[in-house]
Structures are given as C-alpha cells and as structure tokens.
C-alpha cells in the first residue's frame, strides 16, 4: 500500500477504518490490537516519516520517541464542576489506562517472540511476575518484576534477532528511561530495572550463582561488562533500590521454565501495575 500524506487543518476530522496503514508487526496475538500510534506534524516541517522509522531506536535510547507529536495520555473531562482531588483523580485513572493501552500493545506485538529457545518474551515476565507476586514484596516491585525487559520489547531484540548478545544496546536503561518519561512510573518500579542488570554482575561475583547461569547469560554477561570488582559491588550496594533490583535479577533468572502456568497478563497489568501507576 503506497503512503499518502493528508494535509488537515484546524477543526477537520478525520476518521479512520480498522484499516489504518501502520508498520506496526502482524498481530499474531489472540487478543485484539489494542493502540496504534498515529503521528503528525506541520506541513511546513516537511515529510518526516522515513526520519521517525530511521532514527527510532536511537530516540529511544536517547528517552525521545520520537520528533513527531503526539498524544500525551491526559484527559480531563468538562463536565459539570468536580473538585480539585476528583480531578486529579480522573486525570491519573486517564493517563493509567493509555499506559496499560501501550503495555498491552507492546506484548500483543513483541510478546510472542523468544526470549530463549524455550520461552516466549510474555512467558519469560509472566514467570519473573508471578514469582514477584508469590514473595510478597508488594505492587511497585511485581510490576517491575513483569516489566523489567521491555527494552528488550522496545528495541525488538529476541533469540531470532540475537545482535545484542554481540553489543550490548543497554536495554535496562531504555526500558528503565521509557516507563519513567513516558508512563509516569514510580523509582520504586523504574529503578529496580534500571539496575537489574548491574544485578547480575553483582550476584556473578558468587561462582555458585554464576554456575547456574544459562550459556546465554553468561555470554551477555560479558557483553554487558562481566563480574564486579570489589570496588563496583560496594558501590552498587550503596545504590538506592539495589537490594530489590538484586531480588528481581533472581526472579529473572528463575523465570526461564517451560510449561509454567502463571497468571495471564491482564492479571499483572490490571492488578499490581494499575495500583502501581494511581
């Protein structure tokens, strides 16, 4: 299908069919496709759409989606003359539910690829969730717990497109940077990600623990710059939200089984990551 830009001006409407162009993946999913992103810009900007597709990944690693505007996720309702706090309230329940829109569709595309040859992405945080959720450490951590590899999701990175097991894309950082900037998340849910990684290298110093890594792992584990000193481990121990970023790297390493039943993912994002985001 040929690409044809439309040219609007203020107050047209336009209406689009479920047939909306977009480059998102096929929906292999059983659940619907949940949100599609549909970019603008001012003419006089001129066409900027092979530039968005070009030079996404590094706008995202940058912690900028991209050069195009867009909607924020804020809704206010006009009606009648609630009160400041009812306000607010509407205001973080409407921002809540386009980032559950944006979760859903991040796993309904990325999801069902491999994170290993034996799990899938969606199954792999299922597991490293639901252990979460069974150790009790509350809300904030389940949700990063589930979370914790959506750099992976972002930057498309799976068993079939494997380069960052070669050069290490960070995605701890771009996952950590999305949900912080772009979905409003809580340190007490970003940080732990951010540091998950660093987690490793940190439990790595243990030979038992590094003996029970997947080959996988210790290849990326090399990527991302092998074992800490004595010297990074102090200093990572002294980092705030380290000792739970320690307990979601184990969950992550745990959570690799196959056949596992866990909790759907409506479950999580319905539960602990909507709680986690009000």
Same mark, same amino acid.
């Given at each position: 299908?040929? %690409?044809?830009?439309?040219?609007?001006? $203020?107050?047209?409407?336009?209406? %689009?069919?479920?047939?909306?162009?977009? @480059?998102?993946?096929?929906?292999?999913?059983?659940?619907?496709? @949940?949100?599609?992103?549909?970019?603008?810009?001012?003419?006089?900007?001129?066409?900027?759409?092979?530039?968005?597709?070009?030079?996404?990944?590094?706008?995202?690693?940058?912690?900028?989606?991209?050069?195009?505007? =867009?909607?924020?996720?804020?809704?206010?309702?006009?009606?009648?003359?609630?009160?400041?706090?009812?306000?607010?309230?509407?205001?973080?329940?409407?921002?809540?539910?386009?980032?559950?829109?944006?979760?859903?569709?991040?796993?309904?595309?990325?999801?069902?690829?491999?994170?290993?040859?034996?799990?899938?992405?969606?199954? =792999?945080?299922?597991?490293?969730?639901?252990?979460?959720?069974?150790?009790?450490?509350?809300?904030?951590?389940?949700?990063?717990? *589930?979370?914790?590899?959506?750099?992976?999701?972002? *930057?498309?990175? =799976?068993?079939?497109?494997?380069?960052?097991?070669?050069?290490?894309?960070? =995605?701890?950082?771009?996952?950590?940077?999305?949900?912080?900037?772009?979905?409003?998340?809580?340190?007490?849910?970003?940080?732990?990600?951010?540091?998950?990684?660093?987690?490793?290298?940190?439990?790595?110093?243990? $030979?038992?623990?590094?003996?029970?890594?997947?080959?996988?792992?210790?290849?990326?584990?090399?990527?991302?710059?092998?074992?800490?000193?004595?010297?990074?481990?102090?200093?990572?121990?002294?980092?705030?939200?380290?000792?739970?970023?320690?307990?979601?790297?184990?969950?992550?390493?745990?959570?690799?089984?196959?056949?596992?039943?866990?909790?759907? *993912?409506?479950?999580?994002?319905?539960?602990?990551?909507?709680?986690?985001?009000?």
């Amino acid at each position: 299908m040929d %690409f044809v830009p439309v040219e609007t001006q $203020p107050g047209d409407v336009l209406v %689009f069919s479920s047939y909306v162009p977009h @480059r998102s993946r096929v929906n292999r999913s059983p659940a619907s496709r @949940r949100l599609l992103y549909l970019t603008y810009n001012a003419a006089r900007e001129g066409y900027l759409r092979d530039e968005y597709y070009r030079d996404k990944v590094q706008r995202i690693k940058s912690g900028q989606l991209s050069l195009i505007k =867009h909607f924020d996720g804020v809704v206010d309702s006009g009606v009648g003359a609630p009160s400041s706090s009812s306000k607010e309230e509407e205001k973080a329940a409407a921002a809540a539910a386009v980032v559950t829109g944006q979760i859903y569709e991040l796993f309904d595309t990325f999801g069902k690829t491999m994170y290993d040859p034996v799990v899938t992405q969606e199954e =792999h945080a299922l597991q490293t969730a639901a252990l979460a959720e069974a150790s009790g450490w509350g809300d904030h951590l389940v949700t990063a717990a *589930l979370l914790h590899d959506v750099g992976h999701l972002l *930057l498309d990175e =799976h068993a079939g497109n494997d380069s960052f097991l070669e050069s290490d894309m960070c =995605h701890e950082e771009i996952g950590a940077e999305y949900l912080a900037k772009h979905c409003n998340f809580p340190p007490s849910v970003t940080e732990p990600i951010r540091l998950h990684v660093p987690a490793k290298r940190f439990l790595a110093r243990d $030979p038992v623990y590094w003996e029970g890594l997947s080959d996988a792992s210790k290849r990326s584990l090399e990527v991302q710059g092998g074992t800490f000193s004595d010297a990074e481990a102090q200093a990572f121990e002294a980092l705030p939200f380290s000792a739970e970023a320690a307990k979601l790297r184990e969950w992550d390493d745990l959570g690799k089984a196959k056949g596992v039943a866990t909790p759907p *993912l409506r479950h999580f994002v319905e539960g602990a990551m909507r709680r986690s985001l009000l």
